[in-house]
């Protein structure tokens, strides 16, 4: 992390804050989240666990998953970078990939915490810092943005029943465009590598 710098690091931690938009899925949770708040609380609770857990996996095991498939960082980002791009598109146009969800203890596992918040996105940006930086550091990214995301979740159930869902939804598509963003710098790292060990 010394060679990453404070700096790098927390722009890791916004990025993959961004990848995960516990904003957009509060748009999808809000409208339940004032008719029943308590029940919700609690579902998200479930929601925060498997979020830390799924994203602490994937951040330790991700060099090794790259190892094990025989496939490059490079080649990585860039299928990872149009992962994230066609995200960052649908998020864009709909507000999120569903619409509101009759939220069950169930379904805040499947799909609320996977794939909505840890998904291919997120696997993609932890596999990769995971392989630059090594696994400690993205333990590290991991840990600090599934915070920020369950800090999100837990204040965000109270303010949605005062402001309403639709000012979260558009939050939600506004980090759709910081998601377009690391997925453009994804492919176009992954392309000038590429170029360059042609090159070579």
């Not at 008719?35 to 602490?56: C, G, H």
Request: glycine share 10%; aromatic share 6%; no cysteine.
């Amino acid at each position: 992390m010394s060679d990453l710098g404070i700096v790098g690091f927390l722009g890791l931690i916004g990025q993959l804050y961004a990848i995960m938009n516990p904003i957009g899925k509060l748009a999808i949770v809000g409208p339940l989240a004032v008719e029943r708040p308590a029940y919700v609380r609690k579902i998200t609770v479930t929601v925060v666990v498997v979020v830390y857990v799924l994203a602490s996996l994937f951040a330790v095991a991700g060099g090794f998953i790259l190892s094990a498939f025989g496939v490059s960082i490079d080649s990585f980002r860039i299928a990872g970078g149009i992962v994230l791009m066609a995200i960052s598109i649908m998020t864009l146009v709909s507000g999120s990939y569903v619409g509101r969800l009759e939220i069950t203890e169930e379904q805040a596992v499947v799909p609320l915490a996977t794939p909505l918040i840890v998904g291919p996105g997120t696997i993609t940006a932890l596999i990769v810092i995971s392989s630059v930086y090594g696994p400690v550091t993205a333990l590290l990214v991991a840990l600090a943005a599934s915070t920020a995301v369950a800090a999100t979740l837990l204040v965000g159930i109270r303010v949605v029943k005062y402001v309403g869902a639709t000012p979260l939804r558009l939050l939600g598509r506004f980090m759709s465009l910081i998601i377009a963003s690391v997925a453009t710098e994804m492919i176009l790292t992954g392309v000038r590598n590429h170029v360059k060990e042609w090159m070579s």
